[in-house]
């Protein structure tokens, strides 16, 4: 039977927090901009020396082999 106050039964209806957005899924997710997945390169914005990006390390954790400025993900 409905209370009469708009809030309805609990869990149903638009506002459960459950799903996804379409713009969520239009701008690639969580954290926005694309899924990076495990290919790619770490660039360094230095001297343009390239590594292969490793799954499981962030690039910015990584120093560049010729000149030791931290890398950035392509």
Do not use: W
Request: with cysteine; glycine share 22%; hydrophobic share 20%.
């Amino acid at each position: 039977m409905p209370r009469g106050d708009g809030t309805g039964p609990l869990g149903q209806g638009a506002g459960t927090g459950r799903g996804t957005s379409r713009n969520q899924e239009a701008s690639g997710g969580r954290m926005g901009g694309t899924a990076q997945g495990t290919g790619g390169d770490c660039v360094c914005p230095r001297c343009g020396q390239r590594v292969p990006h490793q799954r499981g390390v962030p690039c910015t954790q990584l120093k560049c082999p010729a000149c030791a400025t931290e890398m950035v993900r392509e």
